[in-house]
């Protein structure tokens, strides 16, 4: 028949408009098609670095965002109780005059009693700042009950690491392995690097329990047991070391393996390292069988032996150390089978693939390079083996440690930041350990001096008062946390309630559902949110949210203060906060509205420089009295100065916009972004794209640039200092030391080389009672709680069913689609069982933030996420069990507070046939002025109408 | 005309790899993305906030699990439609509603002769037809013909939208119909294979199986240790003392 | 296999329509049956009017009725094209026989309209049956029972009907009681046979064939591609439960083939104007069966 049949040639649009998407964090740039003034298509920006065109499937949905009928359209002010969503719709004035009212009274009191925090959101370079004007250190952002062990452990160690900080070198590596990751933050980048692997037939080696996604692709699924990969890395060390595959040459030059650490123990200094004079690291020359400063180019340094220092005193290279902890017969293969749940052979085989790759199949770029002391060298040699991790391992409570252990292994393999193996971000490598520390509370009326988070590294850094109590609401940085640098989010509602440390006056929150999906224990939370003290008010007198739409959080506010969406505002992914640079470039990128916002909504972050104004925050008022910033974020993104040339946007800068990195404000900088799709990308020259932590032209770049103060080699961290210094204040030693209830904890678990030690949860309660390990995974099609709404996504999944292995449901008589009541030490649940043979036969799973509570979202109070769906956060405590003192810690690591999501425990028994069905809590109504859901979509009829051959 | 035209020579299809998708339904989005304003729209949903939301997608990702222990995998599975040389759902509809285009092999539906006898879809083996309950007609993946010859889009882009999207670059799109082409060499390459070749329809697209190696020599690998004795440590201490490399 | 239920109405009730003219047809060709004014309008009300819920019934389930002239287009390939068109020529051969045998003229010029309606009505529900068979995917269907059963209901079904009018016009047809009793006992003897294939044989595509994926081994679903039920679930995912399937054969048995063939026992030892009653209740019992039957 004839062609003529269908018109192959339609118009697509009559504009297109490139922006960054934020349906996830990964921010991929996005062109935006409409048509008619209605959203045509949108489609990945070919030309972007960090999908170059590719759109993942929340990305392809980016219409039906838009077209949510849960999309928050005035402010809000509560008028019943809270919890059940009573509002009256407030206009713009109202409700920023009564947020600056709160907050107001709260600075001149005491600026601590407001808790600033943000959830999901890309604006920490702003948010944190603000808090630091406002004068409060009770800010964080989300990183506490996300990854802070993934990004401490990486920061402390590498001043880098795996999330944003860093990328496996998919070009050239040749032996991939990912430790539980189901999506990460870098969804669209993840998986081209795959793809480009599975094209080079590159093997890809996934550690997991569960074999789904990611997983399922991998040439090698290593189904291990939750909590238990710090024992498989040792296992993977121990081997290696045994069979001396490391490279020494690596840790000589890059790492602090040789520097010696004093080993008199009982001293004050026992396991500090040697230092001399200036101040520098101590290693044995060997060549001159002399001690000599480890910093110095040209030293020749023994990784091993026991040494006497001209003091007298007696020291042993820290390489010694690790492997006197690796060779343990306790980290033996056989030894660590049956808890890892993968078998010995399997585990030798692992460790011998990686060494045959590492060290006799090298890469080797021909690109001259000079090291950090000037001496040229004619090839960058790589070892091609490459790892990469996420929250499956530093979601638990030994998830520091682990994170750690993969480091040193990665160290050992003289694997980072070489051709084939794990590369840094700019503006990553910083100085390592970390700079920054986090500030002190301040004055009433006062900003902080410095900003709210920071990296101790000592006790001497942390918030504690003088009886070693928490400073901060959160208790991060205490001694309960003390290396919390991002924050513990997910206690502030807890202790807020309980007033321990103390009560506040007013919690902030933006972008965060933390009744919902980011609480632990979720029904107890929204209990807290509604507590009353005795006289009837509330235990936390005054909750102000910033959400762009009907979550579960909305309802337990005061007062709501409407965001836009992703396409109707400007949003800045600065190289201060986590930016989208890649391993060979630096970038950054805006978001800037394509749309007009059809309701009367505000950008939260020009809302917050309003309230900044209205506040007269330091910085926010402009010297005639009037907003600094009256052009509102956009004009914060161009004018704002951290440091004089630095800004918010690094591209375009001076006058001409001729200077990236520094350079004074210009006016014309989003004019150039626009024109340059919405990003700035500068790549680094050949020469300076491995080795930066020890590469000169990269720390002259990064100097030039801002992103380093001074262009010394940044030295890998194999044996970390700082933890050591906790553990001598838990002996004892120092003038600041942990109350005595605290000690054992901290001299336990700052250690300064990697440990493993069960998570706290199975330790307390695992064992028979709660046979199984409960994870959760993000799916890929779905960011946390946003996109129940999307009326295409949630056709995907709408329902999550409790994964079970068959082997495991076999033994107990289970069945596919059968209901079962979850069982933890702190709750159950109900959910549907689906039987899956690629699971560890020890754990359970589930799509993560799948549930909803009935009538949030605007969705159907009978919607499947409401009645079938389940959130595992209702049986996961935010408390660990009672000490032996009756004390109970929060459910974290020790070290960093990163909340142990991944350490759950539950048991299954089924449920009755009445029983089914998981509702928990009655429905919400829909606030004041969102519409009705349609019954029917026919979206884009009308661009088919109009494209028809006439 | 719902006859087949003769083979035509060229057949324009897809090549999916089944060892490299992901299952992240990016391709299905994105599908339904383009082709709720395109030649099929819109791609009704119904009751699309509500208790059983259910709409029109032209392609959609299944999974499986086959195989038992190490040797088992998880195999997510796009399926949309195969653009059959011997399509019984352009046979055995009555209407002419359904055909086989003869210049690309591309099968489509006529929405305005459709009558919704939903005779194709009982007849399409692979589950590929999509019936818009709303509109009461027949609608399928059109192979984005909307695209591959869209004048207003820049040549790099007249690709279906879910090969463009792809992010691990599992789909591919080619004539299948020259075995020089890159996606028949492909298919040749690497083992791909049709989808119930019993039921004679001569699928265009192919699928790649899932790889079986290893992917990584590992021939030389290093030999393991006996595991640890009493001493072990000291050995190694020793052995590593001459192990110095100059900073 | 869950066809819409216009559809099962479609089939059966234009079935026994055609199984009705077929018999009257050929009876009246071959001078079995009397050409009595009546008898005529109620054979050819009740053959046609069958025949005519069915179309209409399967029209209304079109997604677009007012283009279901574009139906008969596809006779060329399309069996159901050559069902609707076979359906519309029965119509004027059939009305034409019919008057014929009204006036019953002499010259017997109708008897080649009859036979040729007679021949017009098989043919069609063959192309009914054919439509079905000719589903490769659908094992129920595509099989060598499927057109003999369609056949062999399609006579069973209206021979009762014929049966039942036989007697409220009190005919003297003898005979065919004794040849529904026999088509009854053929009709059963295709559905055991079909039982009996459906529960030993297999798809020729498995989940093995449909994915590729045997040589890894067994195959087994994990995840539908949505958690919500679809257009091709609901219509065609279908799968009654063993229990429930062996009580639906059971009523099958019942209402198809033990009432009716009860009924015909009943007819014969009654006799009178009260063998009209069973006559009536074999004819619509046998409906409700093959109703029961195409779920
Ligand atoms: N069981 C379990 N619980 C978990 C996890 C887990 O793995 N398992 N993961 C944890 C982790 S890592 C994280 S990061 C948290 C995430 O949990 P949350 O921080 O609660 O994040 P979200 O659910 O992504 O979204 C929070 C809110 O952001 C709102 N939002 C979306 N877009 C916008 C916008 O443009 N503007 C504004 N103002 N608001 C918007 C949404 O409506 C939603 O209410 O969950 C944690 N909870
Ligand atoms: N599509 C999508 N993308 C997202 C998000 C989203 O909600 N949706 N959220 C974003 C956010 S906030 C974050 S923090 C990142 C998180 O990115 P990921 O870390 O990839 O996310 P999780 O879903 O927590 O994945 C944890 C994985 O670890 C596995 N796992 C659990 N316990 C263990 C263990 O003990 N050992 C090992 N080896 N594996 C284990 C789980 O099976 C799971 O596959 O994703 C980001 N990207
Ligand atoms: S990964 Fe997907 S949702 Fe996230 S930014 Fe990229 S396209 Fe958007
Ligand atoms: S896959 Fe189905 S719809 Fe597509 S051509 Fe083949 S039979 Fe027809
Ligand atoms: S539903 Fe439409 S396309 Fe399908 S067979 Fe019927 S008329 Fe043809
Ligand atoms: S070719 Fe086009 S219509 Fe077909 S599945 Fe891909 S995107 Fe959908
Ligand atoms: S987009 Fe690619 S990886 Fe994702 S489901 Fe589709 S084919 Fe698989
Ligand atoms: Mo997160």
């Not at chain 1, 890059?254 to 001399?276: M, Q």
């Not at chain 1, 089978?337 to 090298?362: D, H, K, N, S, Y």
């Not at chain 1, 024109?675 to 020890?694: G, I, N, Q, S």
């Amino acid at each position: 028949m004839s062609p003529s049949r269908v018109d192959t040639s339609p118009v697509v649009s009559d504009s297109v408009a490139t922006t960054t998407c934020y349906m996830c964090a990964c921010r991929c740039g996005i062109r935006v098609h409409q048509r008619d003034g209605k959203l045509r298509y949108i489609e990945g920006n070919p030309h972007h670095p960090v999908n170059h065109g590719v759109l993942c499937g929340k990305g392809s949905a980016g219409i039906m965002k838009q077209m949510s009928p849960a999309k928050l359209r005035k402010p809000l002010l509560r008028v019943g109780e809270r919890g059940k969503a009573d509002f009256r719709e407030i206009e713009w004035d109202e409700a920023l005059a009564i947020a600056a009212g709160w907050l107001g009274r709260i600075r001149e009191r005491d600026p601590k009693g407001l808790a600033f925090f943000t959830g999901r959101d890309q604006s920490q370079a702003l948010t944190g700042w603000w808090a630091q004007a406002f004068g409060t250190i009770n800010y964080a952002a989300h990183g506490g009950f996300c990854s802070v062990n993934m990004a401490a452990a990486g920061m402390y160690s590498l001043s880098g690491g795996f999330w944003e900080f860093g990328e496996p070198d998919f070009e050239h590596t040749r032996y991939f392995m990912m430790f539980g990751v189901a999506e990460d933050h870098a969804s669209n980048p993840i998986k081209i690097g795959l793809g480009m692997l599975k094209q080079r037939g590159a093997k890809f080696v996934s550690v997991n329990p569960v074999r789904t996604g990611y997983s399922a692709i991998a040439d090698e699924w290593v189904g291990v047991r939750p909590g238990t990969d710090g024992l498989f890395i040792f296992a993977l060390i121990r081997e290696l070391l045994l069979a001396d595959q490391v490279d020494f040459a690596y840790l000589a030059r890059y790492t602090n393996a040789p520097w010696l650490v004093i080993d008199e123990p009982g001293a004050a200094d026992h396991g500090l390292f040697a230092r001399d004079d200036a101040g520098h690291p101590l290693c044995w020359d060997g060549a001159k069988d002399a001690p000599a400063d480890a910093l110095a180019a040209g030293v020749t340094p023994a990784l091993v032996g026991n040494y006497r220092l001209p003091s007298g005193r007696r020291a042993v290279p820290a390489f010694q150390l690790l492997a006197a902890r690796c060779l343990d017969s306790a980290y033996a293969p056989e030894v660590v089978a049956p808890q890892i749940g993968i078998a010995a052979e399997t585990i030798r085989r692992l460790a011998a693939e990686m060494a045959e790759v590492a060290f006799r199949q090298e890469v080797v770029l021909e690109v001259p390079w000079t090291d950090w002391a000037g001496r040229r060298h004619e090839r960058m040699i790589g070892r091609p083996v490459s790892f990469h991790a996420m929250r499956g391992i530093s979601a638990h409570s030994n998830g520091f440690h682990t994170c750690r252990a993969l480091h040193v292994l990665q160290m050992l393999l003289g694997a980072i930041d070489c051709p084939g193996g794990f590369r840094y971000k700019p503006p990553y490598p910083k100085t390592c350990p970390p700079a920054g520390k986090p500030a002190h509370p301040a004055a009433p009326g006062k900003a902080l001096a410095g900003p709210p988070l920071g990296y101790p590294l000592g006790p001497e850094d942390l918030l504690v008062d003088a009886a070693g109590r928490p400073l901060r609401l959160d208790k991060a940085y205490s001694w309960e946390a003390p290396l919390a640098a991002h924050g513990l989010m997910h206690m502030v509602i807890a202790n807020a309630v309980r007033g321990d440390p103390y009560p506040i006056d007013t919690l902030f929150l933006f972008m965060a559902n933390m009744s919902w999906n980011s609480a632990m224990n979720a029904e107890g939370t929204a209990a807290m949110l509604t507590a009353r003290h005795a006289d009837g008010s509330y235990k936390i007198p005054h909750i102000i949210y910033a959400d762009a739409f009907f979550s579960e959080m909305v309802a337990y506010a005061d007062l709501i203060l409407p965001d836009t969406t992703y396409l109707e505002r400007h949003d800045c992914i600065s190289l201060l906060d986590r930016p989208i640079s890649t391993a060979d470039a630096a970038a950054d990128s805006i978001r800037r509205p394509v749309l007009a916002p059809d309701r009367d909504v505000r950008p939260f972050q020009d809302v917050l420089l309003d309230l900044g104004y209205r506040l007269r925050l330091p910085g926010m008022v402009a010297g005639d009295g009037r907003p600094a910033y009256p052009g509102g974020f956009a004009d914060y993104m161009v004018n704002h100065q951290r440091r004089p040339g630095i800004g918010m946007l690094a591209g375009w800068r001076g006058p001409n916009g001729g200077s990236s990195g520094r350079g004074a404000p210009n006016p014309e900088q989003l004019q150039r972004y626009i024109e340059h799709d919405c990003f700035w990308l500068e790549e680094l020259p050949p020469a300076a794209r491995y080795f930066k932590h020890a590469n000169k032209d990269y720390l002259d770049y990064a100097v030039a640039m801002g992103f380093l103060d001074h262009a010394e080699p940044v030295v890998l961290q194999l044996y970390l200092e700082p933890l050591q210094k906790f553990r001598l204040a838990a002996e004892g030693h120092g003038k600041v030391v942990p109350p005595p209830e605290h000690r054992e904890r901290i001299r336990r678990y700052f250690d300064p080389l990697p440990i493993w030690y069960r998570p706290f949860e199975e330790a307390a309660v695992g064992g028979d009672d709660f046979p199984l390990h409960a994870v959760t995974q993000r799916p890929m099609i779905m960011y946390h709680a946003w996109d129940s709404q999307n009326a295409w996504l949630r056709q995907i999944i709408s329902q999550n069913r409790l994964y079970v292995s068959r082997q495991f449901a076999e033994r107990h008589g289970i069945a596919d689609d059968q209901w079962v009541w979850i069982e933890s030490h702190h709750g159950r649940i109900k959910g549907q069982v689906r039987l899956m043979a690629g699971v560890n036969p020890d754990t359970v799973w589930t799509w993560n933030a799948i549930a909803k509570r009935s009538g949030a979202w605007n969705l159907d109070p009978k919607a499947p996420e409401a009645t079938r769906g389940f959130l595992l956060n209702h049986v996961i405590a935010e408390l660990l069990p009672e000490q032996a003192g009756g004390y109970r810690y929060a459910n974290c690591d020790p070290v960093t507070g990163q909340a142990a999501w991944y350490d759950l425990r539950v048991r299954l028994r089924p449920c009755a046939a009445e029983d089914i069905g998981t509702a928990v809590a009655a429905p919400l109504s829909v606030p004041p002025g969102l519409p009705k859901r349609p019954q029917t979509l026919r979206y884009g009829a009308w661009f088919r109408d109009a494209g028809q051959v006439p | 005309m719902t006859s087949l035209p003769a083979p035509p020579e060229r057949q324009l299809g897809l090549v999916i790899d089944l060892d490299t998708c992901v299952g992240c339904h990016a391709c299905a989005v994105n599908c339904k993305q383009w082709n709720s304003g395109g030649v099929a729209a819109p791609l009704t949903d119904l009751d699309p906030y509500g208790a059983a939301p259910d709409g029109v997608w032209f392609n959609r990702i299944h999974s499986f699990e086959a195989g038992e222990g190490a040797a088992g995998r998880t195999v997510h599975f796009p399926r949309s439609c195969l653009h059959c040389a011997e399509p019984a759902c352009v046979t055995v509809c009555p209407t002419g509603a359904s055909y086989k285009r003869a210049e690309d092999g591309i099968v489509l539906v006529d929405e305005s002769k459709c009558i919704g006898c939903k005779l194709c879809s009982w007849a399409c083996p692979y589950g590929a037809r999509e019936f818009d309950v709303d509109a009461g007609v027949m609608k399928k993946c059109t192979l984005c013909i909307d695209r591959i010859y869209n004048e207003n889009l820049a040549p790099a882009e007249r690709v279906p939208a879910c090969v463009a999207t792809c992010p691990v670059g599992a789909r591919h799109f080619g004539d299948l119909g020259d075995p020089a082409s890159k996606v028949s060499r492909l298919v040749a390459d690497r083992g791909g294979f049709d989808l119930m070749p019993e039921l004679g329809y001569r699928p265009t697209n192919k699928y790649l199986p899932p790889r079986r190696t290893t992917g990584c020599s590992v021939a030389q690998a290093v030999p393991p240790e006996a595991p640890a004795a009493a001493g072990v440590l000291e050995g190694k201490l020793f052995g590593w003392l001459d192990r110095l490399f100059s900073r | 296999m869950h066809p819409a239920l216009s559809v099962i109405v479609f089939t059966v009730a234009s079935g026994a329509g055609y199984g009705l003219l077929l018999l009257a047809a050929l009876l009246a060709a071959s001078g079995f049956l009397p050409a009595d004014a009546w008898l005529t309008v109620v054979i050819i009300l009740l053959s046609l009017g069958l025949v005519s819920i069915g179309l209409l019934c399967s029209t209304w389930h079109l997604g677009h009725p007012e283009r279901a002239w574009r139906a008969v287009s596809q006779w060329r390939s399309s069996w159901l094209s050559r069902e609707g068109l076979f359906a519309l020529l029965t119509y004027p051969v059939a009305l034409a026989f019919a008057a014929g045998w009204l006036c019953d003229g002499a010259d017997e010029w109708w008897r080649p309209l009859a036979l040729a309606t007679a021949l017009l009505a098989v043919v069609t529900v063959l192309c009914t049956a054919m439509i079905y068979a000719s589903l490769k995917p659908v094992h129920q269907w595509h099989n060598r029972w499927v057109v003999p059963c369609y056949l062999g209901f399609a006579l069973f079904s209206g021979a009762l009907w014929l049966d039942a009018v036989r007697l409220v016009f009190r005919l003297p047809l003898p005979h065919l009681n004794g040849v529904c009793f026999a088509l009854v006992a053929i009709a059963l003897a295709l559905k055991l046979g079909y039982w009996h294939f459906i529960d030993t044989s297999r798809s020729r595509a498995t989940p093995e064939s449909a994915t590729g994926l045997g040589a890894i081994g067994q195959v087994r679903p994990l995840d539908p591609p949505h958690t919500e039920e679809n257009y091709l679930l609901k219509e065609m995912g279908y799968r009654i439960a063993r229990k429930h399937r062996l009580k639906l054969r059971r009523v099958v048995l019942a209402f198809a083939f033990a009432v009716p063939l009860a009924g015909m026992v009943a007819t014969h030892l009654l006799a009178g104007p009260w063998s009209t009653v069973p006559a009536v209740l074999a004819a619509a019992s046998a409906m409700l069966g093959l109703l029961v039957e195409r779920w």
